[in-house]
């Protein structure tokens, strides 16, 4: 079933999103754009998650199951200038690739394109111990999002591959790619 989360970051997004009710109740057209993990080679989580991985100690986190909703910087930036000039786009807007994957599916993704292996799981136990509550929320939660009205909008995914997204971001394309991680003819 789909619907409100519960926990720290829900309520956030929740008080956040009714903030801005004074605007929209003015005929101010508001987007809320709700960003899944953004993938940067340079900041955020996915320079933290590289060192594992290239030590070849990099794996899923927890059981691997929990979904993952992505996007790339560059098509994070193009969802954003998109939203600001569609005048139609307004309310929740899930700014994330077309095709989220299983943690266990990212970690595998990410060792194919770093060449390692992504074998070693971080325990669920592990994360509570070292993150408590936020870390359990980042990591092992789950929710499977997809960005339907920024789709239905007219919006196109520079990179809506993981694979691709990840070699782009990491500056690991393949002679003859394309932005979709997919070989050319």
Known sequence: TSGPGSGF????????????????????????????????????????MLLPFVLGLGGPIGGGRQWMSWITLG???????????APDLRGPVNVVAPRPVSNREFARTLGRVLGRPALLPLP????????????????LYSQRVLPGRL?????????????????????????????DGKRGA
Do not use: Q
Not at 22 to 45: E, F, K
Not at 75 to 85: K, Q, T, V, Y
Not at 151 to 179: C, I, Q, V, W
């Open 124 to 139: 669920g136990w592990a994360v509570r111990f070292l993150f408590g509550e936020l870390g359990e929320e980042l990591l």
């Open 75 to 85: 098509d994070a930036i193009g969802a954003f200038d998109h939203a600001l000039n």
């Open 9 to 48: 970051l829900a309520e956030l997004v929740r008080d956040w999103e009714a903030a801005t009710e004074p605007a929209s109740r003015a005929g101010i057209r508001v987007a809320h754009l709700r960003l899944g993990m953004v993938l940067s080679g340079r900041a955020g989580a996915l320079p933290r």
């Open 151 to 179: 789709l239905a909008s007219g919006y196109r995914h520079t990179h809506p591959e993981l694979e691709g997204a990840l070699r782009s971001a990491l500056g690991k394309e393949r002679p003859n790619e394309d932005s």
